[in-house]
């Protein structure tokens, strides 16, 4: 499908590309390229490309793909260093959670010679780094394109074929749009986690060691979110700030009423509340983004003397 794809960053999302691609053939070379020396090395112990430079100029080079998978608050740096040793015709795409800010960072830095077409898998776990990828990460998820006014249908027509040989579902919106969506879905609710964790470990009255022990499911499973990785999620809410403020104040607005439901015990509110919300999570369900099982998809290992650890 590609002679050389360029991957600039090799975390979770970069090294499942990578994997996915490798598995499938759809290019003849992977060049891979990342900040540090550590997880470069890593990268290629791995197997996961066919070169491997610290310098992202030297992998875009002949590259008829390149795919940018840091985090967002680093772009506007690798923009303005590939710039001027991108080829001709090449596409150059990324994977951030957050679109607009994408745009702005890049675009004004890119050549009028490349086609750029942001992008952004709807697939992830909380784990980070080469090691934590998989080729199947993208399967039967979907994967939203932003393109910008006056891209190249061959082009984009090539990046969606790429994203539907990796298994997913290619959906194609404006980027602002984008990020209102994904405030709600995404952004929003992993800074609920990273709150509600935080207040857990600020609570002086119950000790750390009785959050451990006593974390039942519904805790556990906000502690799986708020673990995901610090430095891409400062940069979501650091650029996607617009969105996530108008999303956080229709939830603080809500979370008032459920707290006067509490308060009156209104009980008929709560149950219409918690019927709809069940009536959602059998929706995704319906839709195969998620598993039915009550582990949220996860695998479970039952030790003989812990049987709540996952
Ligand atoms: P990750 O596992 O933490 O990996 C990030 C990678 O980016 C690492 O290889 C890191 O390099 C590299 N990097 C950081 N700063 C860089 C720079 N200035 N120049 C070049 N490489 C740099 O993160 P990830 O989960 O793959 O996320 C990557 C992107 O995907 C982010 O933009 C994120 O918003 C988006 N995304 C994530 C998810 C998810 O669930 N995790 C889902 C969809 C989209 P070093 O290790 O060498 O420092």
Redesign the pocket.
Known sequence: MFEKIAL???????SSIARAVKDQHLAAHIAI????Q???DKAEKLGLGDSYSID?TIVVKGADLVII????G?YE??GKAIAGHLSEGAIVS?????KEHVVKALKPHLPAHVHFIPG??????EN???E?GFAELFDGKWCILTPVAGTDPEALGKLKALWEALGSDVEIMDAKHHDMVLAITSHVPHLIAYNIVGTADHLESVTKSEVIKFSAGGFRDFTRIAA??P??WR??FLTNREAVMEMLGRFSEDLSMLQRAVRFRDGEMLEELFTRTRNIRRSIIDAGQETDAPDFGRHVVVHEDDENQV
């Open positions: 600039i960053g090799i975390g979770l999302i970069g390229s990342t900040r540090s550590n997880t470069l992202p998978c840091a985090p967002v680093a740096a690798i990324d994977v951030g959670s957050v952004h898998p709807i697939s992830g776990t980070s780094g080469p934590a995901s990785d430095e891409m940069d979501v």
